[in-house]
Every structure is written in structure tokens, then in C-alpha cells.
């Protein structure tokens, strides 16, 4: 796949409470307190779409992590605001940038996710994506009753199902079902109309929605799995996919192997973008860079620390490992986090590092790509991996919000914008815009279109 040189990257902007360090909060900068407040996320959008941004993101669990209440005191609460909601109203204060929304397949049900979205699709212009996710917690489990959460391997045969559903209530209209007119009694055309009826494996819905079918086709679709599961779930529904990747060596073959496994859906490579995660410490000089790294890391809680690894391992109990000794190799595989399990332990194995050393170097982004240096030598390793086969862009995670994102806009984009990498100026109004992505038509216009070919044969 030889870059073109009209290519250009993509970037995402991830909200992640006041910033992606683990002590980001503690900052005497951070308002610790502005993730839940709507002017301070308003903010933290119009820096995103003023440096042209493809998208801003929303991550989100749905349940409150376990005790010790303590220890939870210690740490900032990383998703206060429920995303859709918190994106309906962004999208009334900005005008192109992408508004992509995590939503677990695992709780809601196929139907309300569906309406949703397409709502946001509506009230944004054509600008929403759906962040795809199977909940991996037991908290989470427990917030809707049950005691544990479902198997991996289950969690994915149900969401596969559930896209396809929610795909197809996305095409319950045709683009020009709605033809007003009055003279002949027809808010719709019933011929244009097309309810599902499913009766599935999972799931079993019948009906469609009522919200015309979206500005830009359907709200585009993204993942973050990186594991097997994921990967297929990945190359069969996915346009947009956020992975963690430590070294251009590892995005560049999970990048190629993604890309092969597209072919086997009747897919090309250029369908689905892939964004790794980038945390950018960013200085006018490499020490300002340096030390504004290190003050960050100085405020780490080593409770915290240990209790961030543990959650990525599926909650595995460390405490009977000494943390200034070598990371254990013999820890059991859990069912949540799995391609996050391996990417720690991968990690700590590569570099022989301890406890202690792992959680200080994913603290700052919780396994995603850490950079620390000036514009110019970040571009230059942003740029290697775009032209290499690692990556379609970024997923940029600040260390702190908003201080992390302005440094990186105010300084990162312009130099990418001076390669010729970025954009200067919007060029469309949708997020499949912005991404390149085609607006799929509708599959019944599809199938006439293919009927009337035939014909004439």
C-alpha cells in the first residue's frame, strides 16, 4: 500500500476526564473538576476543531469501579458525563468536527443505541460515529444486576449480531422516504420503508426506527478490540479503529494484518482507517518537554499505579508481588483487557521491566504510544509510522486537559500542516467526510439499481 502523496493523516482528540495521566488531576494547573462541567468540554471541542480535527472521542465504562472507597478517593473519576448526551450538546456548539461516542453492546439494546445515535447524526449534521465496545468489568456487570461479566468470546458473537442489527435499523428509511405530500395524504413513501425483523442467536428485534436515515448514510461505525475477537469484529463491521501500540514494528503489523483481514468481507484496505494512541508531551525545546514529563510523573500515587495495572490484567491481585521486582510472567489471562494484558506483559518482558516500572510507564496513557519532545520530533515519528504502514493517523491523547491539547495543536499541527501531512481547512461537513470515507447507500437503492441493470441486460 504505497502512500500517496495527496494522502494526509487523521486526527482524533480523546476526552478523558481533565487528561490521560494518571495523576493528570492533580496538576496545580487542571481544573479538577472540568470534565463535568459543559463550558469546560465546549472549550476543549473548539480547540480540537479550530486545529481542524477529524473528531473528538468519548470513552466510557457504565458502573462505578469497586472499593476500597479509600483508594477510588485517590484517583479522578474518568467518565462523569454520559457521552451521547454530552456530545448532543456539543454538537450545537461547534460545526464540523466528528463527535464519536463510546456505547457498550453489552447492556443496551440493539433499538435504543440505533435511535440514538441517529439522533446525534440528525442534531450534529452528519458528524456522530459509534465507538463499539463489549464491557470487560464486573462492576459493570453488577450495575445491571448480574454478578459477572459475560465471556469474551460471548460478549463479541453478541455484538456481532447486535451491529448488524443496528445497521440495519439504521436503513429502516430509504434517503427520500419522506416526501411530504399533502395532495396525495403521504408524509412517506411505504414503499421506502424498511423494519427489521430479526430473530437471532442474541437477539430478537422487529420494527425500525423513527428518525429519517442519517445525513451521512449510516453514523460511522468504530473499534477499539485489538485481540482476535476484536480484530474480526473489527474487519467485518468497523470503519475506525483506535488501537494501542508501543512501536512502530507492532502498528505496522497490526496494521497490515487488520488490513488483510478486509479482504475476506469484500472490503478495500482504504475502507477502514486506523488510529493508534498517541500521548504528546510537547516542548519548545526536548528539556521543557523533559521536565514537563517529569512533573507529571513526580505525582504519581504508586497505590494507584499498582491498581491501574491491575485493572488491565482483569483485575488480578499484584499485592503479592514485591514492586521493585520483575513483573510476574506467569499471571492468569482474565476475560477483560485481553490485547491489553499482552501489550503489558509484552512490554515489561521486551524491557525487563519491574512493577514499579511498567505502571510508571503506562501511567501516562495507560498503554498507548508516550512521546516526549519537541514539534519537530514528534512530527517526524508521527510521520514515519504514517508512511510506513503503521497508522492512518492519531488518536491524540493529552496528558492534561486543556493544556496537553493546546500545546499540541499550537505546536504539533502547524508542523504537520507545513509537511503538507494535515489539513489547513475543513473540507466537508460529515465525519465519513473528513475520514474519506463514501456514504453507503441505502441497500434497497442498491439492490433496484441492481434489478434495473439486469433488466436492461
Known amino acids: 500500500m504505497p502512500s500517496s502523496p495527496s494522502r494526509q493523516l487523521h486526527l482524533g482528540a480523546f476526552f478523558f476526564g481533565v487528561g490521560h495521566h494518571l495523576a493528570a488531576w492533580r496538576d496545580p494547573r487542571v481544573d479538577a473538576g472540568a470534565a463535568s462541567r459543559i463550558a469546560s468540554l465546549t ?7 479550530d486545529a481542524r480535527f477529524d473528531a473528538i472521542f468519548f470513552a466510557d465504562n457504565v458502573g462505578l469501579p469497586g ?40 447492556y443496551l439494546p440493539p433499538y435504543q443505541l440505533a435511535r440514538k445515535f441517529a439522533t446525534l447524526d440528525q442534531l450534529s449534521g452528519g458528524r456522530s460515529g459509534w465507538n463499539l465496545v463489549t464491557s470487560g468489568s464486573d462492576f459493570e456487570a453488577r450495575s445491571f444486576g448480574l454478578t459477572q461479566q459475560l ?79 476484536g480484530q474480526d469484529l473489527a474487519a467485518a463491521t468497523a470503519e475506525l479503529v483506535f488501537t494501542a501500540q508501543q512501536t512502530p514494528e507492532q502498528a505496522q503489523a497490526f496494521y497490515r494484518g487488520l488490513k488483510a483481514r478486509l479482504a475476506a468481507h469484500g472490503r478495500a484496505p482504504d ?8 500521548s504528546p508531551f510537547v516542548g519548545r525545546s526536548a528539556q521543557e518537554a523533559q521536565e514537563k514529563f517529569e512533573q507529571l510523573q513526580s505525582l504519581i ?16 491481585d499484584l499485592s503479592a508481588y514485591p514492586v521493585d521486582g520483575p513483573f510476574p510472567q506467569d499471571l492468569p489471562v482474565t476475560e477483560g483487557w485481553k490485547s491489553r494484558q499482552q501489550l503489558f506483559a509484552d512490554l515489561a518482558r521486551r524491557e525487563g521491566l519491574s512493577i514499579r516500572q511498567l505502571y510508571e510507564r503506562v ?28 497508522a492512518d493517523g492519531f488518536n491524540i491523547l493529552a496528558p492534561t486537559l486543556p493544556h496537553g491539547l493546546e500545546d499540541f495543536a499550537r505546536l504539533v499541527v502547524p508542523e504537520l500542516q507545513r509537511r503538507g501531512l494535515f489539513r489547513r481547512e475543513y473540507a466537508h461537513r460529515t465525519l465519513r467526510g473528513h475520514l474519506g470515507l463514501a456514504r453507503p447507500a441505502h441497500p434497497a437503492a442498491g439492490a433496484a439499481s441492481a434489478a434495473r441493470v439486469r433488466a436492461v441486460a
Open 43 to 49: 472549550q476543549w471541542a473548539r480547540i480540537a476543531e
Open 67 to 106: 472499593g476500597p472507597d479509600d483508594v477510588l478517593a485517590r484517583n479522578a473519576l474518568w467518565y462523569p458525563m454520559e457521552p451521547t448526551l454530552t456530545l448532543a450538546a456539543l454538537s450545537q456548539a461547534t460545526t464540523h468536527i466528528g463527535l464519536v461516542a463510546t456505547v457498550s453492546s453489552t
Open 151 to 229: 465471556p469474551h468470546a460471548e460478549r463479541y458473537a453478541r455484538a456481532r449480531e447486535y451491529v448488524r442489527i443496528v445497521q440495519g435499523l439504521w436503513d429502516t428509511w430509504e434517503d427520500d422516504a419522506f416526501v411530504h405530500d399533502r395532495g396525495a395524504n403521504r408524509f412517506f413513501d411505504p414503499a421506502k420503508l424498511h423494519r427489521v425483523d430479526v430473530d437471532g442467536a442474541h437477539y430478537r428485534v422487529q420494527g425500525g426506527l423513527q428518525t429519517p436515515r442519517s445525513p451521512q448514510g449510516r453514523p460511522v461505525v468504530v473499534q477499539a478490540g485489538s485481540s482476535d475477537d
Open 271 to 278: 475502507s477502514l482507517k486506523i488510529l493508534p494512541g498517541l
Open 301 to 316: 500515587d504508586p497505590v494507584l499505579g499498582v491498581g491501574l495495572l491491575s485493572t488491565f490484567l482483569g483485575n488480578v
Open 363 to 390: 501511567a501516562g496513557a495507560r498503554g498507548h504510544w508516550t512521546v516526549v519532545g519537541t514539534p519537530e520530533s514528534i512530527a517526524d515519528q508521527m510521520e514515519h509510522w504514517f508512511h510506513n504502514e503503521a
